[in-house]
């Protein structure tokens, strides 16, 4: 501006020194003399008028308000640790069958008894016949001892007193196998055989299920199975249709290697508690709400696709907001997968960062911005 009123000046001072006529001639000069000086001065000003940059507006994302670490729904199905169809190990005619289909035992409960009439007698046939061996067994001593008999007459009469308790153990085990006994704390889920049926030995009478605790099976999808440090991370709590307000926390047990040949999951089973004041039962549905542990090394986060950068080595990067300075920084990250609503599941990200998700094409290491909240 000093500029422009210096020319102003002079031209002024040519003006007055003019002749009327002149003056009137020389109007029409001024004023293009004026436009002209005043172009000149916007096109060749003072570099120092125009040295601030113009900060160029972005849209921001927070970092982790959609992070891999928020929890996900899935549809699982609840199963007993393992179902067995209990038998007996001998034969018989069933007597007792005192559990009923759908009710809940505990280990030790009896399940069903063959009449025990034959066995015992065994039992006792078998202690009458080692009572004998034994009064033979000592008398063989005694003559073997006055030189009357030989050591092998001995020595076969100590076989048969030996052979003798086998067979009294063989007769008492196989009245113990007339009763079946729940092995572990189970539901009756099925009776095979009627009361008072004849059953061969090995033939199935009931079916149970180990409930100690239940499994919770769910399949987990390819991506976020890769982009896990562990499937023993996942927090995991059940919700079930009849009490939502009150999840129930479940524990990691085990997961399978090798995904399912059409949905490409991967599935994970968790263990939960029985409940005694619940009813829960195998094949029921079950609503798992899971999310990974968070405060580990490398938190996974989700972040949109328009976020992504790359730099002249093809290598993923982001441009990280920066505050107190109103400028981005590039930050390398690593993109793990894409999620099923097509966000990029990247690590080397804080949840505490904002980053630029569109236009970073156009950005640069300590490029002024503002923050851009517009549609």
Same mark, same amino acid.
């Given at each position: 501006?000093?500029?422009?009123?210096?020319?102003?000046?002079?031209?002024?001072?040519?003006?007055?020194?003019?002749?009327?006529?002149?003056?009137?001639?020389?109007?029409?000069?001024?004023?293009?003399?004026?436009?002209?000086?005043?172009?000149?001065?916007?096109?060749?000003?003072?570099?120092?008028?125009?040295?601030?940059?113009?900060?160029?507006?972005?849209?921001?994302?927070?970092?982790?308000?959609?992070?891999?670490?928020?929890?996900?729904?899935?549809?699982?199905?609840?199963?007993?640790?393992?179902?067995?169809?209990?038998?007996?190990?001998?034969?018989?005619?069933?007597?007792?069958?005192?559990?009923?289909?759908?009710?809940?035992?505990?280990?030790?409960?009896?399940?069903?008894?063959?009449?025990?009439?034959?066995?015992? /007698?065994?039992? !006792? +046939?078998? @202690?009458?016949?080692?009572?004998?061996? #034994?009064?033979?067994?000592?008398? &063989?001593?005694? *003559?073997?001892?006055?030189?009357?008999?030989?050591?092998?007459?001995?020595?076969?009469?100590?076989?048969?007193?030996?052979?003798?308790?086998?067979?009294?153990?063989?007769?008492?085990?196989?009245?113990?196998?007339?009763?079946?006994?729940?092995?572990?704390?189970?539901?009756?889920?099925?009776?095979?055989?009627?009361?008072?049926?004849?059953?061969?030995?090995?033939?199935?009478?009931?079916?149970?299920?180990?409930?100690?605790?239940?499994?919770?099976?769910?399949?987990?999808?390819?991506?976020?199975?890769?982009?896990?440090?562990?499937?023993?991370?996942?927090?995991?709590?059940?919700?079930?249709?009849?009490?939502?307000?009150?999840?129930?926390? /479940?524990?990691? !047990? +085990?997961? @399978?290697?090798?995904?399912?040949?059409? #949905?490409?999951?991967?599935?994970? &089973?968790?263990? *939960?508690?029985?409940?005694?004041?619940?009813?829960?039962?195998?094949?029921?549905?079950?609503?798992?709400?899971?999310?990974?542990?968070?405060?580990?090394?490398?938190?996974?986060?989700?972040?949109?696709?328009?976020?992504?950068?790359?730099?002249?080595?093809?290598?993923?990067?982001?441009?990280?907001?920066?505050?107190?300075?109103?400028?981005?920084?590039?930050?390398?990250?690593?993109?793990?997968?894409?999620?099923?609503?097509?966000?990029?599941?990247?690590?080397?990200?804080?949840?505490?960062?904002?980053?630029?998700?569109?236009?970073?094409?156009?950005?640069?290491?300590?490029?002024?911005?503002?923050?851009?909240?517009?549609?």
């Amino acid at each position: 501006m000093s500029q422009l009123n210096a020319s102003i000046s002079r031209l002024r001072e040519r003006y007055q020194n003019l002749s009327p006529t002149q003056r009137r001639n020389g109007w029409i000069t001024l004023a293009a003399l004026i436009v002209l000086t005043l172009l000149l001065s916007r096109c060749g000003g003072n570099g120092d008028d125009n040295a601030a940059i113009e900060p160029r507006p972005v849209r921001l994302h927070q970092v982790g308000s959609n992070d891999a670490d928020a929890a996900r729904h899935f549809v699982g199905r609840v199963d007993a640790v393992n179902t067995v169809d209990l038998s007996f190990q001998v034969g018989g005619r069933i007597i007792d069958m005192p559990v009923q289909q759908g009710s809940f035992v505990t280990k030790g409960t009896l399940i069903a008894a063959l009449d025990p009439s034959d066995y015992q /007698l065994a039992v !006792r +046939e078998a @202690e009458l016949q080692l009572e004998q061996a #034994a009064r033979d067994l000592e008398r &063989t001593r005694t *003559l073997l001892e006055r030189g009357t008999v030989s050591q092998s007459n001995f020595d076969q009469a100590e076989t048969a007193h030996n052979l003798r308790k086998v067979a009294l153990d063989t007769a008492r085990r196989n009245l113990a196998y007339t009763r079946i006994v729940a092995p572990f704390d189970a539901l009756v889920t099925r009776r095979l055989v009627d009361p008072f049926t004849n059953v061969p030995a090995g033939a199935h009478i009931v079916r149970v299920q180990n409930v100690e605790e239940f499994r919770v099976h769910i399949n987990v999808p390819e991506n976020l199975m890769a982009a896990l440090e562990s499937p023993q991370l996942l927090v995991a709590e059940a919700i079930f249709s009849n009490n939502p307000e009150q999840p129930l926390p /479940l524990e990691y !047990r +085990e997961h @399978e290697t090798e995904p399912d040949a059409v #949905a490409q999951t991967y599935r994970v &089973t968790f263990g *939960l508690a029985r409940q005694a004041d619940k009813t829960i039962l195998p094949g029921m549905t079950v609503t798992v709400r899971v999310r990974s542990v968070i405060n580990r090394p490398d938190t996974i986060y989700e972040i949109p696709q328009s976020a992504l950068d790359s730099n002249a080595e093809g290598n993923f990067r982001v441009w990280v907001y920066q505050p107190e300075k109103s400028a981005v920084v590039a930050r390398p990250v690593k993109v793990l997968g894409v999620t099923e609503q097509g966000d990029a599941m990247v690590a080397g990200l804080a949840g505490n960062e904002q980053i630029v998700s569109a236009g970073v094409q156009l950005l640069h290491d300590d490029m002024p911005v503002t923050p851009f909240d517009g549609f």
